[in-house]
């Protein structure tokens, strides 16, 4: 071991234990009720450490995963994961809660700890079967999810723990879990209109106010062209007064790069649980191509034109359409067969690992089933409105036979 590794080393041992001291600190009960050994994982909104209990039985040793959130999560947030945990966990492979401490701004949850896979190391070489079970356990849990009108908004691969010796799953980390509200589509037409109808008025107001306006007399012209209720900014370098004075359209994007839904990457407001299920279909998408992350999107617009490669931009803006968005492409792009996609970068995987080991590949050839490749077109439909459910799913013939 060269000295570069031995400072580093002995740098993650020390902050291994200025964590597991301020999480002490923090909460004062723990350290009589824990041995807290080490660090297991950090998110955004919170850290997970592995934990024994002191007064357990020598040759037990029950293990114990504490989720302590971050003191600046907003408190209605820790209390719709608590919730969640409390409702939903412990059945259809959700993680359940044991306890809940808090200690002034510091919250822990404490949940069965289960030892897992890395994603990394199994996607490659799932066998059918081994993959049919993995998506089984996954919608069997998002199903139960959406049973209790709630949608994760969260789910990937490594919130999705799978011990794959024991065969056993567990879906985790309910921070961003929101209650599902869906618009009807006379609800969102009454909405657009009435905004609609304000920015007529407040152009109306403008103009009456400019009028009265000794500068505005001198530039009548342009004035002219600001009130006009035809956009004069579109596909132009430029964004004119009309477009400025319109409410900007908020919706949740919560959720992981690479994950997200159509509808959420182009700010539909109506967002259903159906954005859960186009994450399932994204991990059994990197299962069939055995690629660890397909979409290596930096920003929504850029996942938008990874989905398009694929689809195609006809395909993706017909998506928009019914949506209420427009996009424009400066090319038409014909869409890929799914399945033909997956094969061509399987082969690409196991020549790449045979050539950089210079011997037998260990990427087994794997033949996944063509009724995979149609479960997996219906989870990734980017219609959200005909999206297959959780409950469609697993009565699908790859995973119910």
């Not at 996009?327 to 014909?334: A, G």
Request: aromatic share 6%.
């Amino acid at each position: 071991m060269e000295i570069d590794d031995i400072h580093r080393k002995d740098k993650t041992d020390n902050d291994e234990k200025d964590s597991c001291a301020n999480l002490k600190k923090s909460i004062p009960l723990l350290k009589e009720l824990f041995h807290i050994h080490y660090k297991v994982g950090e998110g955004t909104f919170s850290s997970v450490f592995l934990a024994t209990l002191k007064s357990s039985n020598k040759h037990s040793h029950k293990k114990f995963a504490l989720k302590h959130l971050i003191p600046t999560c907003h408190p209605e947030r820790i209390e719709r994961e608590l919730q969640c945990l409390q409702q939903m966990g412990g059945k259809d492979h959700i993680v359940s809660i044991d306890l809940c401490l808090r200690n002034h701004g510091s919250v822990v949850f404490v949940m069965p700890y289960m030892r897992h896979d890395k994603f990394s190391e199994y996607v490659k070489d799932m066998t059918a079967e081994e993959a049919k079970d993995y998506m089984k356990a996954l919608l069997t849990a998002v199903r139960r999810v959406h049973q209790f009108n709630i949608i994760h908004r969260d789910l990937k691969p490594s919130n999705f723990l799978y011990n794959r010796t024991n065969r056993k799953y567990l879906l985790v980390d309910f921070g961003l879990a929101q209650q599902c509200t869906e618009y009807n589509v006379k609800n969102l037409k009454k909405v657009t209109d009435e905004e609609k109808q304000k920015t007529e008025i407040q152009s109306m107001k403008r103009k009456r106010s400019n009028e009265n306006n000794l500068s505005f007399q001198l530039n009548s012209n342009t004035a002219k062209n600001n009130t006009d209720n035809k956009c004069n900014c579109f596909e132009k370098p430029k964004v004119c007064t009309l477009c400025l004075t319109k409410p900007q359209q908020t919706a949740p994007r919560a959720g992981t790069p690479g994950f997200r839904a159509p509808e959420v990457l182009l700010k539909h407001p109506s967002q259903t649980s159906a954005i859960d299920i186009w994450a399932c279909g994204v991990m059994m998408l990197c299962i069939l191509s055995g690629t660890q992350v397909f979409f290596r999107s930096p920003d929504d617009c850029t996942a938008l034109a990874e989905i398009t490669t694929i689809f195609g931009s006809h395909k993706v803006q017909q998506c928009a359409e019914k949506l209420g968005k427009k996009i424009i492409f400066s090319e038409n792009l014909p869409g890929i067969d799914i399945m033909s996609l997956c094969l061509k970068l399987r082969k690409r995987n196991r020549s790449m690992t045979h050539d950089r080991e210079n011997s037998i590949c260990k990427v087994p050839n794997i033949e996944y089933p063509k009724e995979a490749y149609q479960l997996l077109n219906k989870l990734l439909d980017l219609n959200y409105e005909t999206r297959i459910t959780a409950e469609q799913a697993l009565s699908h013939p790859f995973l119910s036979s």
